[in-house]
């Protein structure tokens, strides 16, 4: 399984556009990307996932590059109800194993 | 919308007890997880199983067993609970062919006195 490095934290104001990065250098050729963000007491929610170059839902924006070794997941002016813990994973599609990091705290201030 | 259902949110039990989960889905998912969360390790996968009856390992299965009797009902007992074992604990359905997607219940704050 693929090892993801994600920041630890990070901090925005309301009505700003957030870009989290995440590094998977060893993703392999059948692996897709998955995001997901998790509140407080609450289990962990799917945000967007993708293969390559970029995907774009109701709630966010994928960036993959070609070489696919990082992904940026972007969420456009954020509000206070986006902080939250944000989880990249990359995986193969059986959707057995999933391994899922650390996350990124994403505070959002006012 | 896909629904998990786990049996309680907060639990407390005594040390040596034997505590079950019991976690619901009701799409019809032939793959369930269970998922234990502490601070600082993220989510940590205990068990999983993609049919009735059958199961198979995950990253940290030692002190658990679980049950899948069902196919909408996937059962994770602690036959002696210890105190290392307080966490918080999640389930998750997921379909095969889907890619990565899970659905993850409310989870159960589990603490062992």
């Known amino acids: 399984l693929a090892k993801t490095t994600q920041p630890i934290s990070m901090d925005s104001y309301e009505g700003q556009e957030v870009n989290i990065t995440c590094s998977h250098n060893?993703?392999?050729?059948?692996?897709?990307i998955t995001w997901y963000q998790q509140f407080p007491s609450q289990g962990p929610r799917f945000i967007i996932q993708?293969?390559?170059t970029k995907v774009t839902n109701e709630v966010a924006s994928l960036f993959i590059p070609a070489d696919r070794k990082s992904s940026t997941l972007s969420l456009p002016r954020v509000s206070l109800s986006d902080t939250a813990v944000y989880y990249c994973l990359v995986g193969e599609g059986s959707a057995r194993q999933l391994t899922f990091g650390s996350g990124t705290q994403l505070t959002v201030l006012p | 919308d896909v629904k998990v259902t786990q049996s309680s949110r907060y639990l407390v039990k005594r040390t040596g007890e034997k505590v079950f989960l019991e976690c619901v889905q009701d799409m019809d998912h032939e793959n369930m997880f269970w998922y234990r969360q502490d601070p600082g390790l993220g989510l940590r996968l205990i068990y999983f199983?993609?049919?009735?009856?059958?199961?198979e390992k995950g990253d940290i299965p030692e002190g658990y067993s679980v049950s899948r009797e069902k196919k909408e009902r996937f059962s994770l007992i602690l036959e002696s609970a210890s105190t290392n074992q307080t966490s918080m604990y999640l389930c998750?359905?997921?379909?095969?062919?889907?890619?990565?997607?899970?659905?993850f219940g409310p989870g159960t704050r589990l603490t062992v006195l």
């Open positions: 998750a359905s997921s379909s095969p062919g889907t890619t990565d997607t899970q659905y």
């Open positions: 060893n993703i392999a050729t059948n692996d897709y």
């Open positions: 199983s993609y049919d009735v009856k059958m199961k």
């Open positions: 993708g293969y390559k």
